[in-house]
T-cell receptor, first 112, second 112 residues
Framework: NAGVTQTPKFRILKIGQSMTLQCTQD?????MYWYRQDPGMGLKLIYY???????DKGEVPNGYNVSRSTTEDFPLRLELAAPSQTSVYFC???????????FGDGTRLSIL | GDSVTQMEGPVTLSEEAFLTINCTYT??????LFWYVQYPGEGLQLLLK?????DKGSNKGFEATYRKETTSFHLEKGSVQVSDSAVYFC???????????FGTGTSLTVIP
């Protein structure tokens, strides 16, 4: 059982480039989340989704976009990378309210 | 609104010392409560959970009791090991809405 899988694990981007961080889960969870974690800091919610076709903004959505066309996948798109987006990005999923979140191993992104 | 406040770190303990990390919450009704652990360079892992008042979650020697009267969910371990060195996050899932709230994390270092 793979759980939540994030790719790539590491990436270096130049300012202004675009990329998509992939997240897929095999637990048939309806709820999925994207967080960023800056060094030595806690988690900040970027976007979340409660099912295919439904997404909503979190605390820090600016500079990011998401889509949810299937239950399994929840990609995060950076359109114009900026140094302030250097961070570790975590994807998480859960089956529903009151349930714990399950996390991927993260994508470590540096923008230079 | 809903929130979680946890004890600031960093915390440094000697091996076999007693650990307490305080966590209090603000929420209406009866949220579910969780502790997560993050080892260096890894994602968050669920450590334990409690879903109703007076429940005690336990795992790997760690315990936390859901105290409705004091709105607390303090993490305890009787004898810490070097391998317990990590960052610990308290989290809350409200009984309404789709979000999930994390504390800021408490860094624990256990020295031999």
């Amino acid at each position: 059982n793979a759980g939540v899988t994030q790719t790539p694990k590491f990436r270096i981007l130049k300012i202004g480039q675009s990329m998509t961080l992939q997240c897929t889960q095999d637990m048939n969870h309806n709820y999925m989340y994207w967080y960023r974690q800056d060094p030595g800091m806690g988690l900040k919610l970027i976007y979340y989704s409660v099912g295919a076709g439904i997404t909503d903004k979190g605390e820090v959505p600016n500079g990011y976009n998401v889509s949810r066309s299937t239950t399994e996948d929840f990609p995060l798109r950076l359109e114009l990378a900026a140094p302030s987006q250097t961070s570790v990005y975590f994807c998480a999923s859960r089956s529903g309210p009151f349930q714990p979140q399950h996390f991927g191993d993260g994508t470590r992104l540096s923008i230079l | 609104g809903d929130s979680v406040t946890q004890m600031e770190g960093p915390v440094t303990l000697s091996e076999e010392a007693f650990l307490t990390i305080n966590c209090t919450y603000t929420a209406t009704g009866y949220p579910s409560l969780f502790w997560y652990v993050q080892y260096p360079g890894e994602g968050l892992q669920l450590l334990l959970k409690a879903t109703k008042a007076d429940d005690k979650g336990s795992n790997k020697g760690f315990e936390a009791t859901y105290r409705k009267e004091t709105t607390s969910f303090h993490l305890e371990k009787g004898s810490v090991q070097v391998s317990d060195s990590a960052v610990y996050f308290c989290a809350l899932s409200p009984n309404t809405g789709n979000q999930f709230y994390f504390g800021t994390g408490t860094s624990l270092t256990v020295i031999p």
